[in-house]
């Protein structure tokens, strides 16, 4: 089986830290691994996908230590990240084994149109060259060296070179072992550590799209870097979110306030979907509910000193609000207090924008209304996010803002709560800026594979020459769309 060739490897590795030979410091790479990688079979490719999801199961034991070493998450959280990791690396076997990421599309030609149409038949192809991966800080499995954008990419046809994150590079390095173990070749997948590394894959001549998670600052640096490309390349990048939850007169009181904290303080509020505004109704009952929820919450560490020190930052933003409650204080250097903010609908209206910026962790702003009409022009205002959440009972009560929260967020949530992302077909995890770089893409789900694709168009191409999922007879049984009709 193809995929050979010297892609990929590690560079600037801190002590410590293994590295190997091939990308970064200036290496030159040809690319030679992703073309053989890319035209394996999709049969062959989905094998590959499931071996390293077994291989990641299989070095659980090992992998949820290191992990804990470094990021004190705990063996619970650890263990079910890592299933997720394996979940994704299957689901994107599924995905290009059905075929219909291709969008396989043939027009036959019409001589009786004026002008004639020749024959044009046009699928999705996998990007000629390397993909940049940036993990986030926050998963260490699902989001990093094993997590969505490498396991979509890899299914794409795609190799991976992924920047470490400085979290947890020992679980990197561990990480990028178990999956090399399960590829045809190590060469498919390169590890990087370090600022100067992650800069230089950037810029690299081989590299033909970047994927990121990570702050708004971050992803800004990113772009920087690709602007002064001789050659631009996509970017996608996951940045900050608020994701508002807007509570109307009728919602369940009781239910929104534990609801509320739960999902506040999840993972110690380092989630990109954590709750960062609250709508609600004037009503000094449920105000109550919710400082109760709250004080009964606890703290704890940060995943880094930067990120305790960032939050501590947001904490100091916000303190000319009123604070509604706060929690106990986590353990530990590192360790943070949830705290809830409160404001009037008005007072936070004359804040804007920079009340409404992300505080990473722990930290939401109860905004109370008197009337829900009086919603709709606040929330245009608030800039994009991930998800957008609406609690109530009687659907209709929901319509003034229903509409605006469509335009302002990529995933809409009816009585539930945003943080905990379903690894799905339908899925989309993205939004509008800043809660990503191309509201038009997703980075979990089976269409997150799209970000690694483009499309060819093959005119009056001989047949023998044509992709399988394009000729006549579909020799692959993939879903084609034939002179304009979906064929079953």
């Known amino acids: 089986m193809g995929g050979g060739g010297g892609v990929v490897a590690s560079a600037g590795a801190g002590p410590g830290v293994s590295a190997s030979v091939g990308f970064g410091a200036g290496a030159g790479v040809a690319g030679a691994g992703a073309v053989g990688w890319r035209d394996v079979s999709v049969r062959e490719r989905a094998r590959v996908l499931e071996a390293v999801a077994d291989a990641l199961i299989a070095r659980a034991d090992d992998l949820w230590v290191v992990a804990e070493r470094e990021t004190a998450l705990g063996e619970v959280r650890l263990r079910g990240e890592i299933a997720r990791s394996a979940g994704q690396f299957r689901l994107f076997a599924q995905v290009i084994r059905d075929g219909g990421h291709v969008e396989a599309i043939i027009d036959h030609a019409d001589p ?124 996608f990048g996951e940045l900050g979110s608020v994701n508002p939850v807007v509570v109307l007169p009728s919602a369940r009181a009781e239910e929104v306030a534990g609801g509320f904290a739960g999902s506040l303080t999840l993972g110690v509020g380092q989630f990109c979907t954590n709750p960062g505004l609250l709508f609600v109704p004037e009503d000094a009952g449920l105000l109550d509910r919710l400082a109760a929820a709250v004080r009964e919450t606890t703290g704890g560490p940060m995943l880094a000193e ?13 303190s000319g609000l009123r604070v509604l409650a706060e929690g106990k204080a986590g353990e530990g250097a590192w360790g943070v207090t949830p705290t809830v903010f409160v404001a009037d609908i008005g007072e936070f209206a004359d804040k804007l924008p920079r009340v409404a910026e992300e505080c990473f962790g722990p930290a939401s ?124």
Not at 176 to 201: F, W
Not at 214 to 222: E, L, N, P
């Open 112 to 235: 009786s149109l004026t002008p004639p149409r020749p024959d044009v038949r046009r699928m999705k192809r996998p990007l000629p060259g390397v993909v940049a991966v940036f993990a986030a800080s926050n998963f260490p499995f699902a989001f990093s060296v094993a997590g969505g954008d490498t396991a979509s990419a890899l299914a794409a046809g795609c190799s991976v070179v992924v920047k470490a994150h400085p979290g947890h590079p020992q679980t990197s390095e561990l990480v990028a072992e178990v999956v090399r173990s399960a590829l045809p070749s190590p060469d498919l997948l390169g590890l990087v550590h370090g600022m100067q590394a992650g800069a230089e894959l950037v810029r690299h001549p081989a590299v033909v799209a970047v994927g990121f998670t990570g702050s708004v600052a971050g992803g800004k640096a990113i772009q920087v870097l690709i602007d002064e490309r001789e050659t631009p390349v996509p970017f």
């Open 306 to 318: 930067r990120i305790r020190d960032g939050y501590l930052g947001g904490l100091e933003r916000l």
């Open 365 to 488: 702003i109860v905004v109370t209304y008197r009337e829900v009409s009086e919603l709709p022009a606040v929330l245009e205002q608030l800039e994009g996010s991930l998800t957008a959440t609406v609690h109530g009972t009687v659907p209709e009560e929901a319509a003034p803002v229903a509409e605006v929260l469509g335009r302002k967020a990529g995933r809409l949530i009816w009585n539930g709560w945003p943080t905990g992302v379903a690894v799905c077909w339908a899925m989309h995890h993205g939004g509008p800026w800043p809660a990503s770089t191309s509201a038009a893409h997703t980075s979990v789900g089976a269409t997150a594979i799209d970000r690694w694709l483009a499309p060819t168009a093959y005119q009056d191409w001989p047949a023998e020459l044509l992709p399988p999922e394009l000729r006549d007879g579909n020799p692959l049984g993939v879903p084609q769309r034939v002179d304009g009709r979906l064929q079953a």
